[in-house]
Structures are given as C-alpha cells and as structure tokens.
C-alpha cells in the first residue's frame, strides 16, 4: 500500500512544485493536495483521505494553519499524523505557536525542484 503526503497550501504553484518533488522521491509516496483547510479537515475526520504526512501551509484563507493544525490535533485518529508547517513567514511568534500546538517540525518553503525534493525527503525518510 502507497504512502501519502498531504498539502494544503493555497497556492497552486506550491502544489505543483510539491506534488512533482514528492513524484520524484520515490514511487511508494501518493501525493494529496487541497487548498481549503476547512473542506480538508472534514475529509480527514470522515477518513476520506489518511494521510502518513501532512504538510500545512501557515497563512491560508477561511482557517489558517494554526487553527487547523490545532484542530487536527484534537482528534485522537488523527493527532498521531506529523503535521509540517511548510511556510515561507519568517515570523517568530508564528514558528512557536506551531510548535507549542503540536506541528512535529517547521519547514521553511524552499524554492526550486531539486531544494523541495530535498527537504520532502529528509521528512519522510
């Protein structure tokens, strides 16, 4: 059975960077992608998608990741799921917050397809 990675991230750039990076590590990883944090977070709670990883963008409209990563955490099936905050803000009290909610690290977005594949992979690996 494949592995998956999830992003949500509204940017529909990232996805494709991310989505290519993640095809380029390796067969056994599907890559899931949504830009909506709030219709996300209703398919991971009905198991629609089950995610191994999930990669969050930390500024996104309607919920933002704080919040979701919160709220992911709160569910018992699903805050075992290493939440990465993958962002590009550079903002201290952000970062810790993430930390303190539960985010298993904080990945700074990288730019280029060889840097994503690269930091993909040291996370799944």
Not at 87 to 113: D, I, P, R, W
Request: net charge negative; proline share 4%; glycine share 4%.
């Amino acid at each position: 059975m494949k592995k998956s990675v999830l992003l949500i991230d509204d940017d529909p750039d990232e996805l494709v960077f991310f989505r290519e990076a993640v095809a380029d590590i390796s067969l056994d990883y599907e890559c899931l992608t949504s830009t909506d944090g709030e219709e996300t977070l209703q398919q991971l709670i009905q198991e629609e998608i089950k995610p191994n990883f999930i990669f969050l963008d930390l500024i996104m409209p309607r919920m933002n990741g704080i919040d979701l990563l919160r709220q992911i955490k709160k569910i018992p099936h699903l805050s075992q799921i290493p939440v990465i905050i993958y962002t590009s803000s550079q903002y201290v009290n952000y970062l810790a917050q993430c930390l303190e909610s539960g985010a298993f690290s904080v990945a700074h977005k990288v730019y280029g397809a060889d840097a994503t594949t690269a930091l993909i992979k040291k996370i799944v690996d």
